[in-house]
């Protein structure tokens, strides 16, 4: 089992930024992939982000390239969403995901652990 917490949510004007926490725990696996999605009020849970536990690579979504930088940090065992230049249209609750699986996937569907999520709003 894995447990994931996010963090660091919260209100920011349209051009600023804000670095979101995943606080992981229980049985985590180098081998495991973390994600970042985010979900809109009626729309569908969407993908920002991947990592493997191990580190080393990276995906992103093509709306967040540049913008959004995913990291972990194994001491602390917690994974970071940097996200910068934000738009309104990034407003969201902002989820981080687990999954044992062999490449970084970005469907949602593929990943069994899941946080509560996080608040982030971006005003104009």
């Known amino acids: 089992q894995v447990q994931l917490v996010e963090s660091g949510g919260g209100l920011v004007q349209a051009g600023g930024s804000l670095r979101l926490s995943c606080a992981a725990s229980?049985?985590?696996?180098?081998?495991?992939?973390m994600a970042w999605f985010h979900q809109a009020q009626g729309k569908e849970r969407e993908f920002l982000a991947a990592?493997?536990?191990?580190?080393?690579?990276?995906y992103y979504a093509g709306s967040v390239k540049g913008r959004f930088t995913i990291s972990i940090d194994n001491a602390k065992n917690t994974v970071y969403l940097q996200m910068n230049s934000l738009k309104p249209e990034d407003t969201a609750v902002y989820y981080c995901?687990?999954?044992?699986?062999?490449?970084?996937?970005?469907?949602?569907?593929?990943?069994?652990?899941w946080g509560r999520g996080t608040q982030v709003t971006v005003s104009s």
């Open positions: 229980g049985r985590i696996l180098s081998s495991h992939v």
């Open positions: 990592t493997k536990w191990s580190g080393g690579v990276t």
């Open positions: 995901a687990a999954a044992l699986i062999p490449d970084l996937s970005p469907r949602y569907w593929d990943y069994g652990y």
